[in-house]
């Protein structure tokens, strides 16, 4: 889940740092990435999709290095600007997350590009679980990384150690920045020494007395990594679902609070109050402590973040018109309820226009008379 704010290292204790690097994977990667493991120095790598979709084995070394891999949205784009022009921002992190070596259960972090953020952009990717569920961010910083800007000034190695150093000892401690890889201007990308710059910056910040940690060892983030995102599943813009008395659920106007687990592949399950959503052998929703027999459904997003949810069976969960009972008898996706995802703490766009109402309808006819007429 995405925070209004940005997060950074202010937590860490004194002579303790944390190295990020950003727009890549590049050329020089794999070389910052092997020197800083061989030095005991752990990093996070927030790479942009569209070079690490054509590198994933450039990840998988990073990995095996015991380096974290981030999201650094797929093309690299100022987002509160992207934002404001209809840009897809939610589009931006779940593409670029396709190709993360992450497990489904993994906390993905997530920067910014150039730092800008805003809490609108928070609001928009919060309104997609695709694009909010398990994530921590946007990571900020206490020592900027214009290592790229040095090198476009034309300064040297030793003139880009001197001033990193001279920031690192103002702040103390903190996040610090660099880049990997230029991830927008082109013709910058053969001047990068940042590979250079670390085999001359991290022996003198050891003789400083300088500890590195990895980022899932900052406090502030650690917890922001427990904050579960809660949300309501209603249908239509009225009616949510509710877990009665009995234990079974219904539509109401209250709604229960529901969080989702990644799968992998595409699936997920839903808990309600530490129990996990499962089947009964009639096909009816139930809960259950045991996460072994929890449910695993196929997540079909649709449009104005709604989706439906698919068994095991291949049959879809829906609402029964009867009693109101939900459970996973639809055979067929036209019979299937369709979800509105409402997260609880922020605003979502799941109403739909009276134009998109027109064109919903219209298709709908059309899917009629292709019935009838095949």
Same mark, same amino acid.
């Given at each position: ?184 201007? +082109?013709? %910058? *990308?053969? $001047?990068? !020494? ?11 910040? =050891? #003789? @400083? ?9 900052? +406090?502030? %983030? *650690?917890? $922001?990594? !427990? ?11 009225? =009616? #949510? @679902? ?133």
């Amino acid at each position: 889940m995405f925070t209004a704010h940005s997060l950074n290292g202010n937590s860490l204790p004194l002579k303790t740092l944390c190295f990020t690097f950003d727009d890549g994977p590049g050329k020089h990667t794999l070389d910052i990435a092997k020197y800083l493991f061989e030095e005991g120095v752990p990093a996070t790598f927030f790479v942009v999709g569209k070079y690490a979709i054509n590198h994933p084995d450039i990840l998988s070394s990073l990995v095996n290095w015991n380096h974290t891999v981030g999201n650094h949205t797929f093309d690299h784009p100022d987002i509160p600007y992207y934002v404001s022009v209809n840009g897809n921002i939610q589009e931006q992190i779940i593409r670029t997350e396709t190709v993360l070596p992450v497990k489904p259960d993994d906390t993905i972090y997530f920067r910014a590009p150039y730092g800008k953020w805003s809490p609108e952009v928070a609001a928009e990717l919060n309104t997609n679980l695709l694009s909010s569920l398990n994530y921590v961010g946007p990571i900020h910083w206490e020592v900027g990384g214009i290592d790229c800007w040095y090198w476009l000034q034309g300064k040297s190695v030793e003139d880009a150690v001197d001033i990193y150093i001279a920031d690192i000892e103002k702040a103390g401690k903190g996040i610090v920045v660099f880049h990997d890889e230029i991830a927008d201007m +082109e013709f %910058l *990308k053969p $001047a990068n !020494k940042t590979y250079e710059l670390l085999k001359q910056l991290v022996p003198k910040l =050891k #003789a @400083l007395g300088y500890n590195f940690v990895s980022i899932d060892q900052i +406090e502030t %983030l *650690k917890d $922001a990594a !427990k904050e579960s995102l809660k949300f309501q599943l209603a249908l239509g813009q009225r =009616k #949510a @679902l509710t877990l009665s008395n009995d234990r079974s659920f219904q539509l109401t106007n209250s709604g229960s609070s529901f969080n989702m687990q990644k799968k992998g592949n595409g699936q997920v399950s839903l808990l309600l109050e530490n129990s996990f959503l499962t089947l009964s052998t009639s096909q009816i929703v139930t809960l259950t402590s045991a996460p072994d027999e929890a449910a695993i459904f196929d997540y079909i997003p649709v449009r104005n973040n709604r989706f439906m949810l698919r068994s095991h069976t291949g049959n879809y969960l829906a609402i029964d018109k009867n009693n109101g009972s939900l459970s996973a008898n639809a055979q067929f996706m036209r019979s299937a309820a369709i979800f509105n995802y409402i997260p609880i703490g922020t605003q979502a766009n799941t109403k739909i226009s009276l134009k998109e109402r027109m064109v919903l309808i219209k298709k709908g006819i059309r899917f009629v008379k292709s019935k009838l007429l095949s």
